[in-house]
């Protein structure tokens, strides 16, 4: 992924990284560049003057859409004499706009040669993320009077790229050249429009990227406004939380995703940079964590992943009949079926987590309708965990990719390769079977059976899925629970034998209440108990096992959409003291990361490195580390739809001081929560 000291703007799918100077020149080892669509539409984009690069003063991040350079010609030591000033102003929406000021500071008049070199390989985001770039196509420009056309070709895949100025150029193959001349004190403007095309077999416009003009940059404006207007308002006297709180709110707008076939209505993509998509878990856990703040999300999510739930069995994409999406993207891998995503089915957890959110939705919003609608979509879900998901037959749900060349091996959200092992390293065969998975599964059939019940008028299939749900649960009990450690195993392998480690799967478990009572109470002391817990969030995997690396991806590290479904499962089963522990580690991580959290940071104790440690790799803005701050403020407040109402019990840490969450959405129309912190957590560590 790009480095932190890469400048990044966005709007959905379509997204610049780019150096301080505001300068694209992707490497394989620096994946900056123009990307729309899985596709990278400008890999450079360099900006000189009199032949000389510039240098960066600063950089402002306006908004999610916009930034803007401020350079100078020379090295750094001659800035001081510097006779020229350059700003750039740039932004996206749906494709870019850049606007270059050149002013002149000295008491003679100057001619100038400014030059553009631009670039475009086409690269296919799998290409980048691989380090490999191998187009089997053409690329070609073309010059024309009032524009440059670069463009790729590969049978009836095409991509171009069409750059204009307002101001009179001169085109050539590798970009374009402006001959000024300024007086004292004058300064001189172009704006530069780079248009991202897609056309389809007949040469038609599949899509045109927005041109961002003025009217369409007040647009993004008004609707980042409007956006945030709608959301509820959070104050607090520790000022950390209403700041992270803000940022989390404006990222959500800028990873709000519209796919072609939605018309204009959106869902959470992923992350940047490459997971700027529709994923179905992460969409779905994401919407999860919002709901008390943009509810709206979780409907268009519902709606799309049920329009492509899987109604054929398709080993390439590892597609079932019922069975919710994992991936879907639009680049030219997808289009020549070089990688499966078209969509791709392989993952284990949405179709369970589809028919939880479908619910949880519902308590919030009351919208009936929705239920109704996807009723059919949720019986095809439940028979596909129970027909094809059960790969041994036992109950459970199983993974094992069909698809063995570009398939996913682990089909779960620790998805790296070594990701589920034993306790002594070694890695269990196929299928397998994760523990968090067997909790999603319960909690969709007791929710389902809700469903049924009230609104398919179907109680006989409500009692059905009660006992399943109630069967599954005692099984799981029995063979999950690891004796001598007092926790769940996180999977099992196909002979029935136990990946005995202690893993963060196990909050997710109470998450989903199919923990016996009897056991929560251990599982709450290991998720708050030194192994797991870091000071800043619940580990991956805990420390002292065979695999554990702080900076593993799965392995050790924190990650705060885990460590957020760890503190609601704590909540559930009545442990609201160890929520608020994990919780308050989470957003006092969130400081050091300007309210943004990354995807996963590392896992080293919090008394040795004083601030969290970033993980190299880390996507940010990220959907569901986005979402965590907003479900630990649902957890820490104890806000839960209640018989048509919001119920509000707050268990707050003491230095938090004050929070009030304004106007919160739902079914009872627009309601307002207080809490003041009271909980010791000293005296609880102690």
Sequence with gaps: MAPSHTVRILDGSTFVVCEATGDIEATPTEPTGLFSFDTRYLSKWVLTVNGERLNSLSY???QYFESRFFLVPGLATHYVDAKLS????????????????????????????????????????????????????????????????????RGNFRRETVISSSEPTRYDRNGFSYTIHLEPNEQWHTTIDVQTLALGPDHRDLRIGLQVHGTERLALQHDLEEWIAKAPKVNSEHGRVAATYQRCIVDLAALRFAPLSLGGQTLPAAGLPWFMTMFGRDSILTCLQTLPFTPELSATTLRILGAL?????????????????????????????????????????????????????????????????????????FRWMDEYADLVGNGYIWYERRNTDTGLENQCWKDSWDSISYADGSLP???????????????????????????????????????????????????????DGGYYALALDPDGRQCDVLTSNIGHLLWSGIVDEDRAEQIAHHLVGP???????????????????????????????????????????????????????ILDAARYFDGRLPEAFGGYQREQTKFPVEYPTACSPQAWSTGAPLLLLRTMLGLEPHEGHLAVEPRLPVGM?????????????RVDAFARGRLDLHKLAD
């Excluded at 006989?460 to 005692?474: I, M, P, S």
Aim: glycine residues 8%; proline residues 4%; charged residues 35%.
């Design 531 to 585: 192994r797991l817990f870091s000071g800043w969030g619940v580990r991956t995997l805990a420390e002292g096992e065979v695999r554990y690396n702080p900076i593993g991806y799965h392995n050790g590290t924190v990650w705060p959409f885990d460590t957020s479904f760890c503190a609601w499962g704590l909540r559930r089963y009545g442990f609201a003291e160890e929520a608020a522990v994990i919780a308050n580690g």
């Design 60 to 62: 402002d991040d306006l």
């Design 86 to 153: 350059i700003i750039r102003e740039r932004a996206v929406g749906g494709s870019f706009r850049e606007n270059i000021t050149i002013l002149n500071h000295d008491e003679k008049a100057v001619d100038l040669q400014v030059r553009m070199d631009a670039a475009c390989d086409f690269a296919d985001l799998f290409e980048v993320k691989d380090e490999i770039l191998n187009k089997k196509g053409e690329t070609y420009a073309e010059v024309e009077s009032d524009r440059l056309r670069i463009g790729y070709r």
């Design 657 to 669: 001081g004050r929070i009030e969450v304004l106007d919160i959405p739902g079914r009872w129309g």
């Design 309 to 381: 739930q899987g109604t054929r069995c398709d080993d390439f994409r590892e597609e079932d009949p019922g069975r919710i999406l994992h991936e879907m993207r639009y680049g030219e891998s997808a289009a020549f079926e070089e990688q499966p995503h078209s969509p791709y089915y392989g993952s284990v957890d949405a179709t369970p987590l589809f028919v939880v959110l479908l619910d949880e939705y519902e308590r919030w919003s009351g919208d009936a309708a929705l239920v109704k609608e996807l009723e059919q979509e949720c019986r095809r879900a």
């Design 429 to 483: 065969p196929f299928p397998r079977a994760t523990c968090e998975v067997q909790g999603y599964a319960y909690d969709a059939k007791m929710r389902g059976a809700r469903l049924a019940r009230e609104f398919w008028d179907d109680p006989g299939f409500a009692d059905q899925l009660e006992r399943e749900a109630a069967a599954l649960k005692e099984r799981f009990n029995r063979d999950w629970w690891v004796d």
